[in-house]
T-cell receptor
Framework: DTAVSQTPKYLVTQMGNDKSIKCEQNLGHDTMYWYKQDSKKFLKIMFSYNNKELIINETVPNRFSPKSPDKAHLNLHINSLELGDSAVYFC????????????FGQGTRLTVV | EDQVTQSPEALRLQEGESSSLNCSYTVSGLRGLFWYRQDPGKGPEFLFTLYSAGEEKEKERLKATLTKKESFLHITAPKPEDSATYLCAHSGSARQLTFGSGTQLTVLP
């Protein structure tokens, strides 16, 4: 069984569109995250979500918003997509806070044209 | 400012040629130092967590060590299947993982 799964794996869309990426974890973890990996393979935290507490990386544009319907899901909504949003987005979860190991999904490659 | 710097950026080894990857870090209140492996087209895969200077952990051909300023990932007698990008990350008082840019390891048969 896949521990952290995200869909879709690939997403190609036009500038200005709104899109969502879904993430689900079946590990029973308390904390979930969204990361962005740019073309240079640099992984950067976007959000962490623990027990309804949202920690936002201040560099993330407010066009990005996480939505958590329950503890096992953390979806990422992106409004008014821009060319610079093209990247690979990873969902992850961990059993505790950031001092515990994170388990990553397989990534969603977003291409904005 | 919390930072993680990995070196070298890329490393090519012959099968069986042992080496080490370096991760230098600055952080306020280290809460954990992590090593991950990432294969092309996949998400990072957790390898080790180290919490305090002097701590060491091993898994097969990999051994991670930690000092107050650096962590090393030692690879003993690597095999081609060890080829991947190895990522180092730390968690500090900001309660977020800060990643380095990785070392791309290629092990030639």
């Amino acid at each position: 069984d896949t521990a952290v799964s995200q869909t879709p794996k690939y997403l190609v869309t036009q500038m200005g569109n709104d899109k969502s990426i879904k993430c689900e974890q079946n590990l029973g973890h308390d904390t979930m995250y969204w990361y962005k990996q740019d073309s240079k393979k640099f992984l950067k935290i976007m959000f962490s979500y623990n027990n309804k507490e949202l920690i936002i990386n201040e560099t993330v544009p407010n066009r990005f918003s996480p939505k958590s319907p329950d503890k096992a899901h953390l979806n990422l909504h992106i409004n008014s997509l821009e060319l610079g949003d093209s990247a690979v987005y990873f969902c992850a979860s961990s059993p505790g806070g950031s001092n515990t190991e994170a388990f990553f999904g397989q990534g969603t490659r977003l291409t904005v044209v | 400012e919390d930072q993680v710097t990995q070196s070298p950026e890329a490393l090519r080894l012959q099968e069986g040629e042992s080496s080490s990857l370096n991760c230098s870090y600055t952080v306020s209140g280290l809460r954990g130092l992590f090593w991950y492996r990432q294969d092309p087209g996949k998400g990072p895969e957790f390898l080790f967590t180290l919490y305090s200077a002097g701590e060491e952990k091993e898994k097969e051909r990999l051994k991670a060590t930690l000092t107050k300023k650096e962590s090393f990932l030692h690879i003993t007698a690597p095999k081609p299947e060890d080829s991947a990008t190895y990522l180092c990350a730390h968690s500090g008082s900001a309660r977020q993982l800060t990643f380095g840019s990785g070392t791309q390891l290629t092990v030639l048969p």
